[in-house]
């Protein structure tokens, strides 16, 4: 019963550095999302897609690419790490297009940058 | 653009007592409404969500919220609390007229309220 998958769980970086973000899920959801959880922020969407193939930007969208060539895989990728890109990031899913389905989301991946 | 108010940064109550969570949103159309729960080092839970119909809405652990459009507001609420029930409590909305319309399908998030149930 694996629901929403994130690794790393931890990840120190250094800046300038790329790297991914894995999210698998393993419900047949169609729609996939990502955010970012900063103190007195609450959780911001970065991107998020309603399929395979079909990406869109949410609120944060600079510094961030993602793609879903898979129904269960949505890869967030950090093209050049900034300290201002330290921040836990959640991953979540949901059934149909999402619109008023609740969001099942994985148990965050906690990223410093330095 | 929708957004999402949680007023209360923390909310503090004894156990037994009866418990509120405030939430005012703002959205161009009609919404869906949501409540999470979050516990140290996890992801969000689902709690509860309005769609349609009926303005009560009841969800997991005996926690209610109640839709009020004129007051645009989904306040959380549970009549007896537990030192348990100790989190951080998100609420989200989706306009689901913009969706409609093509203007996206965004779930907009408040900044949490964290609630300290006391012995």
């Known amino acids: 019963n694996a629901g929403v998958t994130q690794t790393p769980k931890f990840q120190v970086l250094k800046t300038g550095q790329s790297m991914t973000l894995q999210c698998a899920q393993d419900?047949?959801?169609?729609?996939m999302s990502w955010y970012r959880q900063d103190p007195g922020m609450g959780l911001r969407l970065i991107h998020y897609?309603?399929?395979?193939?079909?990406?869109d930007q949410g609120e944060v969208p600079n510094g961030y690419n993602v793609s879903r060539s898979t129904t269960e895989d949505f890869p967030l990728r950090l093209l050049s790490a900034a300290p201002s890109q330290t921040s836990v990031y959640f991953c979540?899913?949901?059934?149909?297009?999402?619109?008023?389905?609740?969001?099942?989301f994985g148990d965050g991946t906690r990223l410093s940058i330095l | 653009a929708q957004s999402v108010a949680q007023p209360e940064d923390q909310v503090n109550v004894a156990e037994g007592n009866p418990l509120t969570v405030k939430c005012t949103y703002s959205?161009?159309?009609?919404?869906?409404l949501f409540w999470y729960v979050q516990y140290p080092n996890r992801g969000l839970q689902f709690l509860l969500k309005?769609?349609?119909?009926?303005?009560l809405v009841k969800g997991s652990y005996g926690f209610e919220a109640e839709f009020n459009k004129s007051q645009t507001s989904f306040h959380l609420k549970k009549p007896s609390a537990l030192v348990s029930d100790s989190a951080l409590y998100f609420c989200?909305?989706?306009?689901?007229?913009?969706?409609?319309?093509?203007?996206?399908?965004?779930?907009?998030f408040g900044t949490g309220t964290q609630l300290k149930v006391e012995l």
């Open positions: 979540a899913s949901s059934s149909g297009t999402g619109q008023n389905q609740p969001q099942h």
């Open positions: 419900m047949n959801h169609e729609y």
């Open positions: 897609s309603v399929g395979a193939g079909i990406t």
């Open positions: 989200a909305v989706r306009d689901r007229t913009l969706i409609l319309t093509g203007g996206g399908n965004k779930l907009t």
């Open positions: 959205v161009s159309g009609n919404p869906y």
């Open positions: 309005y769609i349609t119909g009926d303005n």
